[in-house]
């Protein structure tokens, strides 16, 4: 970051981002500044409905930190024509307060595409990142976390995009997410390096030389085991996988549903059996978390969902600081450096 | 076919094929015939091997019908590399049977790559089709499955591909299947048509411009809601999909497990649910069923699972026995070659 900044970390919020905003958004904010002081925070928006928000719950905040935005896109919108037929919405408000080093992070729980489009377009990747790229943390049958990388930030992707992926995975997952040293796996329809198409047979040779510790490829049944920390792959591979796990609990629910249907005591274990599965599967509800951060942008970008509570807007802000706090962006710099200066050697 | 064979069908079957080769692939031949003995049916493999197996269970079989072949292309054998050396294998030679229209359809659960190269390289195309391939039915929430083409047959498949696996599966899944003018959806990461890869937003096109019953894209959460009958998307894609929907009853056990260490009670409740979730999920082992046939070759060609049980290769004969009298091959060729001309006009 430049030191035309405060070297205190500014956190810029989109009050009108999410379904249920300004509220979920500007309650959420609040919550995180009262609980972690140590960060300036900036609500972007509509000033006259985020005081309104505001007072309606008691709350004092400082207007000099709302920046005003009179434009909202919506979450229907499309991405990129919205970008510039709404130049003074509070996404790309945002997204201009970090690119020009006002804040050092923008969160928001907005239209996707737009805040991926104005993270990429406006506030700019880091030197060295082809692609950005956004990741999902899928339960595994161990009881932890599968990091899956790219869930949808770029599709067709090439092989050195790919190996960016892992790159910047790697260190998220590392840095933020606590897994020292985290496995990688390259996602592909068999585990000889010479099995998969084009990119991916390409890109197994570039993260194979690389210092990441990459087990090779792995398979799509690999996913949910718990045996690997990340999976990398195509952006349009990702999202399909990502949308499909989260419909597999619609699946057993349907399923569920079908047995109870067939007789009275099939009804009757199927209404015992619901709590227990309730038990077992908690944590399978993907809305649940918080957001994601797209990373290889030149500035913290924190992504949520649509429907995202006041916590999981505390708990995106929260993400952001601590990203913000180890230095996450330059990390990401560096590494990406010393690949490029070793590729070239 | 041409007129150098017999109209009445006959199915080859290898023998030699899957994990429990030679018993399962004999009896299940065997069974088949007994039910159906409106077909000549001829056994490949090793001939002492399958007389034993045929003597050991006092079953009755004509011994020119044994076509004899000294090798086995093993599970674990390099697919391409193993056509050229063993080609004296019963896998190359049933394959030759039906490109020497000895044999109407080719019917194995051995080595599945080695079967997809055999089909294709031996057997060969019909003509028109660029590629074959290959689906799999995946259970849905409202009882019915979804059959997604193509799972892995090929990779990097380009617009006019998968065209032709829509034309292909369109005409298995109606004439065999059962389901009349089925709905087709083109798998992407938006419903939207201009959202997708490069070769998803063409063949987005292709497939709309023609007879065909699409309903546009479809993303991954579709795929088991059921309200779709044939999902079009690459190898790549299908087969990851494919794989990880078999590892969603792993996750589920495992989860179910955690669950129950947790407390004396969760013990009991996820031993009472047990019996319960089976029930409600039947179907859903994907290694119960049979063989899938390979689409787009010249020949019926049938690929079963290593595992296949005696019931698995009788159904796969019998699959393969309804794709003769139904001219599904022809059939095939007709319809691209409508589609062919209605280009060129």
Redesign the interface.
Known sequence: MSSTINPKCIIAVDAMGGDYAPRNAVLGAIDAFKSSPDFELLLVGKKDSIQEILSENNLEFDSDKIIHAEQIIEMHDSPTTSLKLKSDSSIVVGSKLVKDKKAHAFVSAGNTGAMMAASTLITGRIKGVSRPTMGAAL?????GVCYVYDV?AS??SKPDHLFEYAVMASIFVSEIEGVKNPTIGL???GEESEK???A?KAAHKLIKNSNLNFIGNV????????DINIVI?????G??????????I???????R??ADKSIT?KL??L??K???K???TG?DYQEYGGVPLLGINGISIIGHGSSSPLAIKNMILKAKEMYDKNLIQKIEESLKFYTEKNND
């Open positions: 339960p595994t049958a161990k009881g949808g599709v067709d996602l592909s329809v998969g198409n084009e991916t398979e799509g049944r690999d996913v949910l085991k718990g792959c195509d952006g349009f591979v999202n399909i996988l990502l949308k499909f796990a989260e419909s597999v619609g699946l057993l629910k349907g399923k569920m079908i047995y099939n274990r199927a015992l059996a709590g227990t599965l038990g077992a599967l399978m």
